[in-house]
């Protein structure tokens, strides 16, 4: 069994946006004033969209424009838990699970393929107060506010692709992925064990994975990253609404659970507001890591984006000691890298 990671970076170019809201905010002479999420880095002040956030994004696409039926939730008091389905139910598989309902002393947890990061600013950002009122009713107009702000904003992500559709029974957390009785039900069906190359038993013989077929993990996969081609969200898209599919994507397949493409966007300027394109940074990474990629590594632009850096990229098409780049359009990065992902799994 192969150890490979789908590896991805994004950016995205966002105008006068409130995508993840903090909530009400104490620092504004408005009683009814709203906060938008930052951090604070170096005395410099960030705005992201939380990785929670994103996965929201994530799922609604697929669930709008891949058709994939999401396991039903059971809110049980204090605790809430998906189906724990994975055989049926897609987003089980790739984003994960834990069900341990009361009661019950069966309870299965799955750690998800997909990682990713919060989506932040690539540069400081103060955002702005805007004043908004209400004035559609008799009497005073009911003011509030909101902040809001232009970024270019950058996120990464890494999709298991050896997990993806593969599942262990181990009463170990996060190993304990299923049932009894759905491990039964997958045999039955059509899952196949296989020897797991990383774990033994008392007796030195490699414990049993439960995998799905090749065609159903093919397409798990494929339409997890499909997704970020029609990708939407956002707080505020009433008034605010933005694009947030990227602008720019990185994609490649790595032997290693590193991500190599954190550092390829920067700033500069006094207060660290301006966004600069690391293509240094980015070639170093190809020459470092190139024993880890498997296959070749896909850049994805849309015009009228960072079109300053176009000439760069596209000498990478050549370049002596580096993988294969390919620097296309957005789209056709993602169907690319898709067809070659799709081969890579075993």
Known sequence: MKNIKAQGFVLLDVDVVALNNAGKTTQSNNENAIATK??????????????????????????????????????????????????????????????????????????????????????????????????????????????????????????????????SNYDRTGFKNLSVLLREEALKNGAQEIDDPYILDGKGNPKKLIRLDKVTRQKRANDTIQALRTISGGAMQTNNMADVTPKLIILATTKTGNHPFSHVVGSKGQRDEEVVFNFDGLVEVLKDYKDTFDGSVFIGRRSGFMDEIAAQLDSLKTMEGTPTVNVLSINEAIDQYCEQMKSQIE
């Open 38 to 167: 930052s951090i604070r880095k170096n005395g410099r002040s960030y705005v992201y969209v939380s990785g929670q956030a994103w996965r929201y994004w994530w799922r609604e696409a697929l669930q709008k424009n891949a058709g994939w039926i999401m396991s039903p939730i059971t809110n049980d008091g204090k605790i809430a838990f998906t189906s724990a389905d994975p055989m049926k139910y897609p987003d089980d598989d790739v984003f994960g699970y834990m069900k341990a309902p009361k009661g019950s002393k069966e309870t299965v947890t799955r750690v998800s393929p997909l990682k990713n990061s919060a989506i932040i600013s690539a540069a400081s950002v103060r955002p702005e107060e805007n004043f908004s009122s209400m004035t559609r009713h008799e009497g005073n107009p009911v003011p509030f506010g909101k902040q809001e702000y232009s970024a270019v904003m950058k996120g990464m992500f890494s999709l298991d692709l050896s997990m993806v559709g593969t599942f």
